[in-house]
């Protein structure tokens, strides 16, 4: 059973790109998370999604970030025009339904840097 | 709202017990996590701990629930140098829907 998968694992854009972060959940698992950290800092919470609707976006940034989980495929993470304070790793979080945050497994993470 | 503070450092010798100390805000919190991350790697959740109990053992960690002080340890002991890496201090948040996490405190293992 693989765990959470994300993609890019490493990726550079140039100031007003846009980027794009892939999760696919472990098998079984039906919700997702994204997580920001920051250098030198702790994990904050950006969205959780489960399969096509967003259940809490409290921590996502208002504009330029956007997420979503469709029926088929990976969950997407897509920041446009990006800026040097994206730079950043981005981790996914996945967990089965009805067991919320106390049985999630985090993926590798995708590390943003803009240049 | 929900905070969780931690110290950045600490370092011991190989052999030694580590303690890793956090405070967080939430007196309705309900769960309180310890996490681990090493360099480059994603998190991996080491245990957590209900609210209703004061101390959790796990082979080689304790942790230790003050909910008076809002005050969460974790203890490793026999430390090893493949324990080198980040803790993270972790609470759900009231909806449920999160983790709110310290900024990890770095221990270093010497031999």
């Known amino acids: 059973n693989a765990g959470v998968m994300q993609n890019p694992r490493h990726l550079v854009r140039r100031r007003g790109q846009e980027a794009r972060l892939r999760c696919s959940p472990m098998?079984?698992?039906?919700?997702v998370y994204w997580y920001r950290q920051l250098p030198e800092e702790g994990l904050k919470f950006m969205v959780y999604?489960?399969?096509?609707?967003?259940?809490?976006e409290s921590g996502m940034p208002k504009e330029r970030f956007s997420a979503e989980f469709p029926k088929e495929g990976p969950s997407i993470l897509r920041i446009q025009q990006v800026v040097r304070g994206d730079s950043a790793a981005y981790f996914c979080?996945?967990?089965?339904?009805?067991?919320?945050?106390?049985?999630?497994?985090f993926g590798e993470g995708s590390w943003l840097t803009v240049v | 709202g929900e905070d969780v503070e931690q110290s950045l450092f600490l370092s011991v010798r190989e052999g030694d017990s580590s303690v890793i100390n956090c405070t967080y805000t939430d007196s309705s919190s309900t769960y309180l996590y310890w996490y681990k991350q090493e360099p480059g790697a994603g998190l991996q959740l080491l245990t957590y701990i209900f609210s209703n109990m004061d101390m959790k053992q796990d082979q080689r960690l304790t942790v230790l629930l003050n909910k008076k002080d809002k005050h969460l340890s974790l203890r490793i002991a026999d430390t090893q140098t493949g324990d080198s890496a980040i803790y993270f201090c972790?609470?759900?948040?009231?909806?449920?829907?999160?983790?709110?996490f310290g900024k990890g405190t770095t221990l270093s293992v010497s031999s």
């Open positions: 979080a996945s967990s089965p339904p009805g067991t919320g945050v106390n049985t999630i497994y």
């Open positions: 098998k079984g698992h039906s919700h």
């Open positions: 972790a609470e759900r948040n009231q909806a449920g829907t999160a983790l709110i």
């Open positions: 999604l489960q399969k096509e609707n967003i259940i809490d």
